[in-house]
């Protein structure tokens, strides 16, 4: 666990609901079930002619991105516009950001617009806790990805897209390949895998993009060689180069990297026939994946994207509700307090 984990109870209310959306380390089985459970009711709400619900009319949700996203970003959108909420998403390059304004003088300002929830993205791990941990108590933060750290949004959206195709986690034997290293969607698959059930999570990439310790922090079998670590898996996650995160020469070419760990057809021939291929997006076609996989019968790509949509709306209204039910439980400690206070003067 990271020092950033251990402040996990911060995501929760005094019910054990949730009050932010940080990170999945220590939450437990049943809330991650609740929320794919959510998702799984609001996917119907995305085929009617009429798509929204009145859940979170009323409320503002705030899109805070610091860092670009196409997906993300707009499928929180949309979950918010479903809900019936009101949706403010900050170009980051227009903002007062870019005229040197601190990250917490911003979500100030924004704060004071009475916004009820924000979603944030940051280049920064622990940006998120940061702001959670800093704003006013009423406002809901919700991780959309920070730095190497947590992505659980992501996390879960791909929890629902493996339990909707393959039923349970149970018996699963799931791969996660490429750059492990620098990759947040990683560790919040481990962590998500590991919670749900899943029996044997595997690991694949070269021993320069490979955390240490993985093994033991998280559960899971480490392979070096991709055509060793795909045999018989039911579901492959594939992960982009983030050379955005990268400072120095981890690789010797995109090239060799795709001769040894990019998923051909051929390479995918050695999972189960009827495996899953998963990637949380951006593609880089050519690079981790060969076209003909990410198009192919086996790809799930985009039905992942759809079923972000679900998950974001379940966590927006599962937050906001457990913002809610804290704010009644202070009440009624407060009106406690006051008949207490007011017998005493007596
Ligand atoms: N998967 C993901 O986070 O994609 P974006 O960067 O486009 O949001």
Do not use: W
């Not at 979170?56 to 019936?84: H, I, M, P, W, Y």
């Not at 050519?286 to 679900?310: C, F, K, M, R």
Request: proline residues 4%; hydrophobic residues 40%; aromatic residues 4%.
């Amino acid at each position: 666990m990271t020092a950033l984990d251990a402040k996990r109870p911060l995501q929760l209310n005094d019910q054990g609901q949730l009050r932010h959306f940080l990170s999945l380390d220590g939450l437990p089985r049943e809330l991650l079930t609740e929320i794919l459970d959510t998702a799984d009711s609001f996917l119907e709400v995305g085929a009617r002619a009429v798509k929204k619900v009145p859940l979170l009319r009323g409320k503002t949700v705030c899109n805070v991105f610091f860092e670009n996203s196409t997906r993300t970003r707009t499928t929180f959108e949309l979950a918010a516009q479903r809900l019936s909420a009101d949706v403010i998403s900050l170009n980051v390059s227009t903002s007062s950001t870019s005229k040197g304004e601190t990250l917490f003088d911003t979500l100030r300002n924004l704060e004071a617009m009475a916004a009820d929830i924000f979603v944030v993205r940051h280049a920064a791990s622990g940006a998120a806790h940061f702001i959670a941990e800093h704003v006013c108590p009423n406002l809901a933060i919700i991780n959309g990805g920070d730095g190497r750290h947590a992505h659980p949004t992501q996390g879960m959206l791909d929890m629902l897209t493996i339990r909707r195709h393959k039923g349970s986690f149970e018996n699963l034997s799931v791969a996660i390949v490429g750059d492990i290293l620098h990759s947040r969607v990683a560790r919040s698959n481990m962590l998500a895998l590991k919670t749900l059930g899943c029996p044997d999570i595997r690991v694949i990439a070269p021993k320069t993009l490979l955390p240490i310790g993985l093994e033991e922090s998280y559960g899971v079998r480490v392979f070096s060689d991709a055509n060793e670590g795909l045999k018989g898996v039911d579901v492959v996650i594939m992960l982009r180069l983030q050379r955005e995160r990268m400072t120095g020469g981890l690789l010797p070419s995109e090239g060799e990297f795709y001769r040894l760990f990019g998923l051909t057809e051929q390479r995918l021939k050695l999972a189960k026939p009827d495996a899953l291929v998963m990637h949380p997006g951006p593609i880089n076609r050519g690079v981790e994946i060969e076209s003909a996989v990410a198009d192919g019968p086996q790809s799930v790509i985009l039905n992942q994207v759809t079923y972000g949509i679900a998950i974001r709306m379940a966590v927006l209204s599962m937050t906001m509700s457990g913002q809610n039910a804290q704010r009644q439980l202070n009440a009624v400690s407060y009106t406690h307090l006051r008949a207490h206070e007011t017998k005493a003067n007596l």
